[in-house]
């Protein structure tokens, strides 16, 4: 071998090994995934001296391929692409990650069968290369390096970029483990601190006092509040700023599931204990190990159930349904009522020694119409968060509507503030909520005197009506005894109005 060919041979292997090193420095920089792989094939495509390229990521909740990283490709191969995602199976990328295999295709590469989308076959490819990139030995994603003229591959080429999908694969694997952290981390950080409780209220600060002093305490809540008054709330807020907040968080509600149903989900059971029991299953309580179990209206209970939690709650150990041995399990009870248990108790209907085992610590949540000062907050909250459900720009409350839901007595607490705001900011077509975007029945309060007029009286009346009807139209016309265009501009002149008030 001459000279000179000697030193171009070896000039190419150093090149060869200079971008398998490039690739895993770049990969290697950072955990932001889509830079990652924009360089990566930024540098796999100049090596290759390709046109196009893309890179693939595969998410497993729904088995999309995500185009990440993209070179030159067509707006309309992109558009495709990223608004009608290929799954795994679908399309040549589909089955490259199904089955994990190398497709080479030297030229026509568009006229393939195996591609099955439209803009891919007008996308003019001649020559295609689409290799999975594993982790661990699961393709967690596809390289597509893409020519739109002849191309001649050298087979060594070949060899770097097989080599170059492994530091790929395994930068893909970290990013996706990272992302999933952040999330983890950002869904605790809502809790911590007790963000989510929205409050000014002196009687919810005692409350969150208690709390917070029970936080790491392993023992046993029972949280008592009309329905509506955010229990589980609370006691989400005790799991995820304790030290259990890493461990599982699970909620039943006891009452909506029959005693046969509520025994197997909590306990668990063996496989033949009954008709159906064709596997093992794991209960609720042995799921929540290490973690919290929250036990929303417990005293629903049959006393059949009372008794196998006592025992639970006296010794941490659980019998599976069909099973004689027991499994030792530390999970925190947290119960919640909205009934009085103590004259359940005086009824028999509820063990007293039960009780005394979950009430070691009692928070009671004030309602509220207790709590009246914490209105205008939450209503502040729930706006802000329907005008980004609902692409709005409310700004707020009129001050005669502040005052009719302020007077409102709450029956249904928060969760019912919380349907009302939702269902007047559908409504409502102004920037402010207006007593005519509430419900009828807040309509029933006692007006001033400047709201007598006919006009006013005939938008609450036509308010109630189509309220009614739920906002049929035609229906609440014909209840009105007038054309469906009459109303129509009824409600047109009375929104022009509410607007110009604005």
């Given at each position: 071998?001459?000279?000179?060919?000697?030193?171009?041979?070896?000039?190419?292997?150093?090149?060869?090994?200079?971008?398998?090193?490039?690739?895993?420095?770049?990969?290697?920089?950072?955990?932001?995934?889509?830079?990652?792989?924009?360089?990566?094939?930024?540098?796999?495509?100049?090596?290759?001296?390709?046109?196009?390229?893309?890179?693939?990521?595969?998410?497993?909740?729904?088995?999309?391929?995500?185009?990440?990283?993209?070179?030159?490709?067509?707006?309309?191969?992109?558009?495709?692409?990223?608004?009608?995602?290929?799954?795994?199976?679908?399309?040549?990328?589909?089955?490259?990650?199904?089955?994990?295999?190398?497709?080479?295709?030297?030229?026509?590469?568009?006229?393939?069968?195996?591609?099955?989308?439209?803009?891919?076959?007008?996308?003019?490819?001649?020559?295609?290369?689409?290799?999975?990139?594993?982790?661990?030995?699961?393709?967690?994603?596809?390289?597509?390096?893409?020519?739109?003229?002849?191309?001649?591959?050298?087979?060594?080429?070949?060899?770097?970029?097989?080599?170059?999908?492994?530091?790929?694969?395994?930068?893909?694997?970290?990013?996706?483990?990272?992302?999933?952290?952040?999330?983890?981390?950002?869904?605790?950080?809502?809790?911590?601190?007790?963000?989510?409780?929205?409050?000014?209220?002196?009687?919810?600060?005692?409350?969150?006092?208690?709390?917070?002093?029970?936080?790491?305490?392993?023992?046993?809540?029972?949280?008592?509040?009309?329905?509506?008054?955010?229990?589980?709330?609370?006691?989400?807020?005790?799991?995820?700023?304790?030290?259990?907040?890493?461990?599982?968080?699970?909620?039943?509600?006891?009452?909506?599931?029959?005693?046969?149903?509520?025994?197997?989900?909590?306990?668990?059971?063996?496989?033949?204990?009954?008709?159906?029991?064709?596997?093992?299953?794991?209960?609720?309580?042995?799921?929540?190990?290490?973690?919290?179990?929250?036990?929303?209206?417990?005293?629903?209970?049959?006393?059949?159930?009372?008794?196998?939690?006592?025992?639970?709650?006296?010794?941490?150990?659980?019998?599976?349904?069909?099973?004689?041995?027991?499994?030792?399990?530390?999970?925190?009870?947290?119960?919640?009522?909205?009934?009085?248990?103590?004259?359940?108790?005086?009824?028999?209907?509820?063990?007293?020694?039960?009780?005394?085992?979950?009430?070691?610590?009692?928070?009671?949540?004030?309602?509220?119409?207790?709590?009246?000062?914490d209105i205008p907050l939450l209503a502040r909250y729930f706006i802000l968060k329907y005008n980004k459900a609902f692409g709005k720009?409310?700004?707020?409350?009129?001050?005669?509507?502040?005052?009719?839901?302020?007077?409102?007595?709450?029956?249904?607490?928060?969760?019912?503030?919380?349907?009302?705001?939702?269902?007047?900011?559908?409504?409502?077509?102004?920037?402010?909520?207006?007593?005519?975007?509430?419900?009828?029945?807040?309509?029933?309060?006692?007006?001033?005197?400047?709201?007598?007029?006919?006009?006013?009286?005939?938008?609450?009346?036509?308010?109630?009506?189509?309220?009614?009807?739920?906002g049929e139209m035609k229906r609440a016309a014909e209840i009105l005894g007038i054309n469906p265009t009459t109303l129509w501009r009824?409600?047109?002149?009375?929104?022009?109005?509410?607007?110009?008030?604005?």
């Amino acid at each position: 071998m001459e000279k000179n060919e000697l030193a171009q041979r070896l000039e190419y292997q150093n090149r060869k090994l200079s971008v398998l090193y490039d690739i895993s420095l770049t990969v290697s920089r950072s955990l932001d995934l889509r830079t990652t792989l924009n360089d990566t094939l930024n540098n796999i495509l100049a090596f290759m001296r390709a046109d196009s390229g893309v890179i693939y990521v595969i998410y497993e909740e729904t088995l999309e391929l995500v185009p990440v990283a993209f070179h030159n490709l067509s707006p309309d191969v992109v558009r495709d692409l990223t608004e009608n995602k290929v799954r795994v199976g679908e399309c040549m990328c589909g089955s490259i990650a199904q089955f994990d295999c190398e497709v080479i295709i030297d030229k026509e590469a568009s006229s393939d069968p195996r591609f099955t989308r439209e803009t891919l076959k007008k996308e003019g490819m001649e020559f295609y290369a689409g290799l999975p990139l594993k982790s661990k030995g699961k393709v967690v994603g596809v390289l597509c390096v893409i020519t739109h003229t002849p191309y001649v591959a050298d087979p060594e080429q070949f060899d770097i970029l097989r080599a170059a999908t492994v530091p790929i694969g395994l930068a893909i694997e970290n990013a996706l483990i990272h992302e999933k952290v952040k999330e983890e981390v950002s869904r605790k950080s809502r809790h911590l601190g007790f963000e989510e409780i929205i409050t000014t209220s002196p009687q919810m600060a005692q409350v969150l006092n208690q709390v917070r002093k029970i936080l790491d305490v392993p023992v046993s809540v029972l949280i008592f509040g009309e329905s509506g008054t955010g229990k589980e709330l609370v006691a989400r807020a005790i799991h995820f700023n304790s030290i259990r907040s890493e461990r599982p968080f699970i909620a039943i509600n006891c009452g909506a599931l029959p005693e046969s149903l509520l025994e197997s989900e909590l306990f668990g059971y063996l496989k033949g204990a009954f008709t159906g029991a064709s596997t093992d299953k794991v209960g609720l309580l042995e799921a929540a190990d290490g973690g919290t179990l929250f036990l929303d209206e417990v005293n629903s209970m049959s006393s059949h159930l009372q008794l196998k939690l006592l025992r639970f709650l006296q010794d941490r150990t659980l019998y599976k349904v069909g099973s004689t041995f027991p499994v030792s399990v530390d999970a925190r009870v947290i119960a919640a009522t909205n009934q009085s248990i103590e004259d359940a108790i005086q009824q028999g209907t509820f063990r007293e020694d039960l009780y005394y085992r979950l009430n070691v610590v009692k928070l009671d949540i004030p309602p509220l119409r207790s709590r009246r000062e914490d209105i205008p907050l939450l209503a502040r909250y729930f706006i802000l968060k329907y005008n980004k459900a609902f692409g709005k720009s409310i700004r707020g409350l009129s001050e005669q509507a502040l005052k009719v839901i302020m007077d409102h007595r709450w029956p249904g607490n928060v969760r019912e503030l919380e349907n009302v705001i939702e269902r007047a900011m559908i409504m409502a077509d102004g920037h402010e909520l207006h007593p005519i975007d509430l419900p009828a029945q807040f309509s029933n309060h006692i007006k001033g005197d400047s709201e007598w007029s006919l006009d006013d009286v005939e938008k609450d009346h036509i308010a109630k009506v189509l309220a009614f009807t739920r906002g049929e139209m035609k229906r609440a016309a014909e209840i009105l005894g007038i054309n469906p265009t009459t109303l129509w501009r009824k409600l047109k002149k009375s929104n022009t109005t509410n607007n110009s008030a604005d």
